[in-house]
């Protein structure tokens, strides 16, 4: 079964230009999460999405959105770009959402923006 | 509010050695899963190891094994033969019960084994 691929793998912008990224999830997969992984801030939480809705947002602006597609495909979207939004996105797949018992997170490799 | 802490920022082995990288965390919630995540240099997280709070024994695969204790609130994890190929970055990582897939993360720790 093939692995969570993530669209681009590097990405170069300059601020404000706005930038999207791309995720599938593991067939079958459901659920999608978007993480940021900075060198300074770590990893954060960014969004999660189920059946086309976003379930979850963790503590960013409005300039990053998301979606999900009806195939569990997902994007997320960065408008207006900031030098501190150069970071590593990484995108995870789980079977299904917010069930009893907790389900493993399989990431993708990650996209690389770096923004000049 | 979730909390994981690692406390080794770096650490170093000897190849075929045992390791042992530390992870405590904090929540309020009776029931969560705790996870061990390897980040090479080329960036993917690589999935070690699960433990659920409810599980009786500690969890292992391969030479990964996870030291739970409850009542201390850590989750160690331990390498078994270290091999060169396990020099990585090595996150502890929570999720709560329920109401979302939400990851919380450790800031991680450096492992290098020296040949």
């Known amino acids: 079964k093939a692995g969570v691929t993530q669209t681009p793998r590097y990405l170069i912008k300059t601020r404000g230009q706005q930038v999207t990224l791309s995720c599938s999830p593991i067939?079958?997969?459901?659920?999608v999460s978007w993480y940021q992984q900075t060198p300074g801030q770590g990893l954060q939480f960014l969004f999660e999405?189920?059946?086309?809705?976003?379930?979850n947002k963790g503590n960013f602006p409005g300039r990053f959105s998301g979606r999900q597609f009806s195939n569990s495909r997902s994007e997320m979207n960065v408008s207006t770009l900031e030098l501190g939004d150069s970071a590593l996105y990484l995108c995870?797949?789980?079977?299904?959402?917010?069930?009893?018992?907790?389900?493993?997170?399989?990431f993708g490799p990650g996209t690389r923006l770096l923004v000049l | 509010a979730q909390k994981i802490t690692q406390t080794q920022p770096g650490m170093f082995v000897q190849e075929k050695e045992a390791v042992t990288l530390d992870c405590t965390y904090d929540?309020?919630?009776?029931?969560?899963?705790l996870f061990w995540y390897k980040q090479p240099s080329s960036g993917e997280m690589i999935f070690l190891i699960y433990?659920?709070?409810?599980?009786?024994q500690n969890a292992t695969e391969g030479r990964y094994s996870l030291n739970f204790q409850k009542a201390r609130k850590s989750a160690n994890l331990v390498i078994s033969a270290s091999q060169l190929g396990d020099s990585a970055m090595y996150f502890c990582?929570?999720?709560?019960?329920?109401?979302?897939?939400?990851?919380?993360f450790g800031k991680g720790t450096k492992l290098t084994v020296n040949p």
């Open positions: 990582a929570m999720r709560e019960q329920g109401g979302s897939e939400k990851l919380v």
């Open positions: 929540t309020s919630d009776p029931s969560y899963g």
């Open positions: 999405y189920f059946s086309e809705t976003q379930r």
């Open positions: 433990q659920g709070s409810y599980d009786q």
């Open positions: 067939s079958g997969h459901r659920s």
């Open positions: 995870a797949s789980s079977p299904s959402y917010g069930g009893g018992q907790p389900e493993t997170q399989y």
